[in-house]
């Protein structure tokens, strides 16, 4: 069963990232604060849920929120200042966003890059431990695949609807086949 929070008694924002180990695509990051008595049963590290399951808790997530936001870095952003920092940034533009700041900051993980007047706590495998980075994972996975099957739609023979940029066999083979397009990570070895 998934912590309901860190510290009672504060306002705390849990953070995680999408897509960082993707050869195509923006990092996305959320930064979600939930209310005390969120109720959500099938509420998972989104590693853990189905397509289907992600999908359906993302409704409730945001409306149940006390607040929450999505942001993302871009592949040339990304190839410029390195796919961890890009990373933070992520998660820093979504806590940027957020309507209600948040007194403390869970971020799923081992490192993070203070964001200045908030205190911060790095969780492995926070996702699964606490309902707020579970929340964070779920919208920025859900956010990153919305974008990553709408480019698709751009760029069919890398089916990115199906593998959403991460590296597997097909992925590799139609970069082969037809080049890189403009939201490959040129830094990324993109052949393996």
Known sequence: MLAPYYHPNEIEA???EAGRGCLAGPVF???VSLPPHFHC????????LSEKQRNRIRPQIEAAALAWAVAQ???????????????????????DALSVRPTTLLIDGN??????GIAHHCMVKGDGRFLSIA???????????DFM???HAQYPDYAWAQNKGYPTKAHRAAIQQHGST???????RLLG
């Open 111 to 116: 490192r993070f890059k203070p964001y200045l």
């Open 182 to 188: 403009p939201l490959h990570r040129q830094s990324f």
């Open 73 to 95: 870095v871009d592949a040339p952003e990304i190839d410029q200042i390195n796919i961890l920092q890009a990373s933070f940034l992520a998660m820093h533009r979504a806590i």
């Open 29 to 31: 990051a959320a930064a």
């Open 41 to 48: 049963p099938e509420l998972n590290d989104s590693k853990q």
């Open 149 to 151: 099957t709408r480019a």
């Open 14 to 16: 849990g953070c995680d």
């Open 135 to 145: 929340a964070a994972s779920v919208l920025a996975k859900t956010y990153r695949d």
